[in-house]
């Protein structure tokens, strides 16, 4: 489904690799480079979702979420972030923001999360709201990367060898966002850590749950 996406970022290479992106899935994209020029935009032409990087001159990206919903602007956000900042992703799906990326985002996983912002403006428009324990709505399980929630994990490589507490980390992150959909909330609730926790080390281990990831079968090199 093609969008009209504005997208909030300052940095000149990073903006126009995500319009390009962005453009290559069929969307339209309008570019705003502070908080202020963003929210002016959206003040005065329709969008249907937002990219909002999170750090910007001004005006950042919390007060940008915060200005909207004080406006009373309704434009779903997805929120950008980079791995050194993950924390501020609660803070953001908090403040309004309805998915996230952590830069720089490749093609599907932007596909996934701009899919989730539209849909959830779909629901907002036809007047049911999603619960806001449940921030993600669209993310598809990818049981095919990993284990039946009755299998045991491999302990050892093809080789016999322990597989090391990371891999196995990896492993149980990857089938938990699996099994429980994608619903990062019952997914870290689960896990017994915190979700702020949860975003940081799927961003150490490489996994990203709109995106694939290495078989969880295989064994580790």
Not at 2 to 22: C, G
Request: aromatic share 4%; charged share 25%.
């Amino acid at each position: 489904m093609s969008a009209r996406i504005l997208v909030v970022e300052d940095d000149p290479l990073e903006a126009d690799r995500l319009l390009s992106a962005l453009a290559c899935l069929g969307h339209s994209c309008v570019l705003a480079v502070d908080g202020d020029d963003a929210l002016r935009r959206l003040e005065g032409e329709p969008f249907d979702a937002v990219l909002l990087d999170l750090v910007l001159p001004g005006l950042d990206g919390m007060g940008v979420l915060r200005a909207m919903q004080a406006r009373g602007l309704c434009v779903p956000v997805v929120a950008a972030v980079t791995h050194s900042g993950v924390d501020a992703v609660d803070s953001a799906l908090n403040a309004g923001a309805r998915d996230f990326v952590v830069k720089p985002a490749g093609a599907l996983r932007l596909k996934v999360s701009i899919a989730n912002a539209l849909a959830f403006g779909r629901i907002a428009r036809e007047g049911v709201e999603p619960s806001r324990a449940d921030n993600v709505i669209a993310f598809p399980a990818v049981p095919e990367l990993a284990p039946e929630p009755e299998a045991n994990l491999p302990l050892l490589d093809r080789s016999g060898h322990a597989r090391s507490l990371a891999q196995l980390e990896r492993d149980v992150i990857a089938a938990a966002v699996s099994l429980y959909g994608g619903r990062m909330s019952e997914v870290a609730r689960r896990l017994g850590i915190g979700r702020s926790t949860l975003y940081r080390r799927l961003g150490e281990l490489g996994l990203s749950f709109g995106e694939p990831v290495a078989e969880l079968s295989v064994a580790a090199e």
